[in-house]
């Protein structure tokens, strides 16, 4: 069987971009946080007690059922239901989880910026291998303590003691419609 010169270039091609997607790094190739270190990111976990709301693989008691299930944590999508999954959004979640989710159950544990790349070092070596390291980037902007996260110009009256969740429509005592 003769091989045509465009055959003779095409196979050899294909084989090298087969062989430059296969996972043969083994365990270095971890998705890693820069001066992240997985072991310290453990040992913080347990120190925090993180394990107190969530289940986490490896980490001894931790078998709390009040947050997520943090097993396979490198294949989840979304952070917090409303995040993608990036270490830069991890680390500012970890750093202070009301800051971008006001209403969220996790607390601010006072986790710093080092901790937080440790703990997610760890996280994200949970459920995937093969992964290239994440360039080290800063965390997201958090607001300030005394910043306040939305500047409503003229906030509507709140009569005390109530939450006002909807807005009533009654018709004036006349019976026409009220005015908006």
């Known amino acids: 069987m003769i091989l045509s010169p465009f055959r003779l270039i095409l196979i050899p091609t294909i084989l090298m971009g087969l062989a430059a997607c296969s996972d043969s790094e083994g365990q270095s190739s971890r998705l890693t946080i820069a001066g992240g270190e997985p072991e310290q990111g453990r040992a913080l976990i347990q120190a925090y007690g993180c394990g107190t709301c969530h289940t986490i693989e490896d980490v001894r008691g931790a078998r709390g059922k009040v947050g997520p299930r943090l097993e396979n944590y490198a294949q989840q999508h979304l952070l917090a239901g409303f995040l993608p999954n990036t270490p830069l959004n991890l680390i500012a979640w970890l750093m202070d989880p009301p800051a971008l989710k006001p209403n969220t159950g996790m607390p601010a544990q006072g986790v710093s910026e ?7 070092a760890y996280l994200y070596s949970l459920g995937r291998e093969g992964m ?6 800063p965390p997201l902007q958090l607001r300030a303590e005394e910043e306040v996260t939305a500047d409503i110009p003229n906030p509507p009256a709140v009569p005390e003691g109530t939450d006002v969740r909807t807005r009533r429509i009654v018709p004036n005592p006349d019976g026409s419609a009220p005015k908006s």
């Open 132 to 137: 290239r390291v994440y360039p080290q980037g």
């Open 114 to 120: 080092a901790e937080a790349r440790h703990i997610a």
